[in-house]
């Protein structure tokens, strides 16, 4: 059991992005990818939930042992992928408990629908835990949003959904601290030993919040270094550059 | 030319003909109405009278005139359509047994081809009129001489408003006197039954001042081929008073539907119209606010959900003719297949309209690269201090949007039903009544679960 990453190439037209990336997350374990903008962080969240501006030219992608390459956008989360996006879309005229019962419902067996008091009991549960507003329910999802009331929807997405695998995609962006630690309260509180996290982000404040079992360094498409949650410490301190002349004297 | 095996001459003596004329006149073009001579009032048949004379008169709008622009009066087919007759009483049973709408309602009315077959009544305040409009020539005949059709008809289809009032004889007619509010809706159906029946409903509304009252018209065809439907509504809002409209049209795939309506609000009248427009293969819809009093407003909404080859034709015009008046239009379709939507829309506000709000906006959502989407957006504004604005936008559903949903587990189908679903959510958010709501978003979804 594991979402198992191996050797995987991907492309936008014309450009490579990811360059043969390796990288095995087992349930139970929060990874962290660091590196510097245009290494290709977010073409990894992207290309993992199956973004079709990207094309995979090689490698596997296996979720418990299934290779989810195939797999449509929906049938990935449905099989227990989750990505909190780093810009949540807004939906104008869906409402938050309308878009969270659909995607419950897309979890049931046809024809089935969801206890609609079990449900709300639920989500006032997570609310209340991400201090959200009851209002939120019936508002448009993410329209109007503010970034940290974006960001809070994501993660009681993340919540209600229940994945096996959650990718967070740089969540702490555009948040101050007080929604920094309401955010990382949330995926703390969701952390347990049969899920495994993802958690891309630029800046190691957030790995104070949400501490990693393991960090990694992304350059140019591939994981270049790996390591404990110190890591992330020595990388605020002295940026990328020693890790690229590591890598050059590597060569 | 076709070829034949019989020797012909190299020249032929015998002339070739031009293209054929156009098709002797028939159906609706040539059927004189029937009118009921011994109830009636002498005004309302020499009105009738006349209108017949000006339909036959009238030319069929042609396709290079502007109120017809990207659409085509032909596609009314008048000459295959003929005056529905009396419905079997089967078929009355079977139209009564479908007639299921709002669960709480003021009164209920049924017709089967311009026949009231059912009228329940019982709850509506005391002093309220609301009768058969064959009724209501008998014992209103004051009202509707003052009222009906008073309005002429300036966005295209003068010639079909003619043969409206040539044939009319039933819908309804709702006199509300003053202060008299009734709050649950007065519901009516219209059934068309059999092979390229006509019907020509009316509906009048005439609020008394600081009146409320809420009507909802709903068009459908039980069997038969074709059907036509030319329905129009006189809404009249007196001071103060409040209307909330819905025109519900649900015909047939190869049906052909006409709604014209004329709205007028005195001094701070609220006149809320609604069109929703789901079946026909052929659908227009004329609606004219005339603001002729300071501080009045009229709503005007509509959402359409063309698919396959429907049309969808909808003209409006807000007309600011008293200051500080308010209009705002609200029109969305969401379009599948090979379906076409034409809007057009004028704003005009006269030079004594000073502090008017105009608003107007169209949105079209395509679900198929094959669908159409053309917007015509105008106005004309002559007084000072006015706010005004007028948007139309047209484009598929964003990669992005889908993308989000789907990223959550919802299929592809679903994804979209949500989205068309939210695409429509604020036209039918500010009509408000949530009674008359959970039916419609009922339709609107099983319409839905037909598009996709």
Redesign the interface.
């Known amino acids: 059991m594991s979402l198992e990453i191996k050797a995987l190439h991907a492309q936008i037209p014309g450009r490579e992005i990811l360059k043969g990336l390796n990288l095995t997350i087992n349930p139970g374990e929060v990874h962290a990818i660091m590196g510097p903008n245009g290494s290709g962080k977010s073409t990894l969240s992207k290309v993992l939930?199956g973004?079709?501006d990207y094309e995979v030219t090689s490698g596997e992608v296996l979720l418990d042992g299934e290779n989810i390459l195939d797999m449509?956008?929906?049938?990935r989360?449905?099989a227990g992928l989750f990505?909190a996006?780093q810009y949540?879309?807004?939906?104008?005229?869906?409402s938050n408990a309308?878009?969270l019962r659909?995607?419950l419902k897309?979890?049931l067996p046809k024809g089935e629908d969801i206890d609609a008091i079990k449900f709300y009991k639920q989500l006032y549960t997570r609310m209340d835990q991400l201090e959200m507003d009851r209002s939120f329910t019936s508002r448009?999802v993410n329209e109007g949003f503010s970034g940290g009331e974006k960001k809070r929807n994501e993660i009681l997405?993340l919540m209600m959904?229940e994945p096996k695998y959650a990718i967070l995609d740089e969540t702490d962006s555009g948040l101050d601290i007080d929604a920094l630690k309401v955010v990382s309260r949330g995926v703390n509180a969701m952390r347990s030993e049969d899920r495994g996290f993802l958690v891309i982000t630029h800046y190691q404040r957030l790995l104070n919040y949400i501490q990693p079992d393991i960090v990694h360094v992304m350059i140019d498409g591939q994981i270049v270094h790996t390591g404990g949650k110190e890591l992330a410490l020595k990388l605020e301190e002295k940026g990328y550059d020693w890790v690229k002349e590591e890598l050059l004297a590597a060569a | 030319m076709s070829a034949t095996l019989a020797p012909t001459p190299k020249h032929s003596p015998v002339p070739v003909s031009e293209a054929p004329d156009s098709p002797a006149p028939s159906g609706l073009e040539i059927i004189a109405p029937v009118r009921d001579e011994t109830s009636a009032p002498g005004w309302f048949l020499a009105r009738s009278e006349a209108a017949w004379n000006e339909f036959q008169k009238l030319p069929t709008p042609s396709v290079k005139d502007e109120s017809w622009r990207y659409s085509n009066a032909k596609n009314i087919e008048l000459a295959a359509h003929t005056p529905a007759a009396a419905a079997t009483e089967e078929q009355t049973q079977k139209a009564l047994a479908a007639s299921e709408g709002l669960k709480e309602r003021t009164a209920r009315f049924v017709f089967v081809n311009d026949v009231l077959v059912e009228s329940q009544t019982d709850a509506l305040p005391e002093g309220v009129i609301c009768v058969n409009f064959a009724e209501a020539l008998k014992s209103q005949g004051d009202v509707l001489k003052e009222h009906f059709m008073k309005r002429e008809m300036t966005l295209g289809s003068a010639k079909f408003a003619a043969l409206h009032l040539a044939h009319v004889k039933a819908g309804i007619v709702i006199l509300v006197p003053k202060n008299v509010e009734i709050e649950k809706p007065i519901e009516v159906f219209h059934w068309v039954v059999g092979d390229h029946a006509a019907i020509f409903p009316h509906t009048l509304i005439v609020s008394g001042d600081n009146a409320t009252v809420s009507v909802v018209d709903h068009y459908r065809s039980l069997d038969g081929e074709g059907g036509l439907s030319i329905a129009i509504a006189d809404l009249v809002g007196g001071t103060g008073s409040r209307i909330t409209y819905a025109a519900c049209q649900e015909l047939a795939d190869d049906a052909q539907a006409l709604h014209l309506s004329s709205i007028v609000a005195r001094r701070d009248a609220n006149v809320k119209s609604f069109q929703v427009q789901l079946g026909a293969e052929f659908s227009r819809s004329e609606t004219v606010s005339d603001l002729v009093g300071q501080g009045a407003r009229s709503d005007m909404l509509s959402v359409s959900m063309p698919i396959g080859d429907q049309v969808v034709d909808q003209r409006t015009l807000q007309n600011h003719m008293a200051p500080h008046a308010t209009s705002d239009l609200l029109y969305k379709n969401a379009l599948y297949g090979k379906s076409r939507s034409i809007f057009s829309g004028l704003i005009t506000v006269d030079e004594s309209a000073h502090y008017t709000d105009a608003y107007q906006t169209c949105r079209n959502l395509l679900n198929s690269d094959e669908a159409e989407a053309t917007s015509l957006p105008g106005l004309e504004i002559n007084a000072d201090q006015v706010k005004c604005s007028h948007g139309a936008t047209s484009g598929p559903i964003?990669?992005?949007?889908l993308?989000?949903?789907?990223?959550?587990?919802?299929?592809?189908i679903?994804?979209r039903k949500?989205?068309v679903?939210?695409?429509?959510?604020?036209v039918l958010k500010r009509f408000g009544n949530s009674e008359v709501l959970d039916t419609l978003v009922a339709r609107i979804d099983e319409k839905l679960e037909r598009a996709v």
């Open positions: 939930c973004h079709e449509a956008v929906d049938a989360s449905r990505l996006f949540p879309h807004e939906i104008p005229g869906v309308n878009f659909a995607a897309a979890r448009s997405q959904l | 964003s990669d992005e949007e993308f989000y949903l789907k990223a959550r587990g919802i299929s592809d679903d994804s949500l989205i679903e939210g695409f429509l959510a604020d």
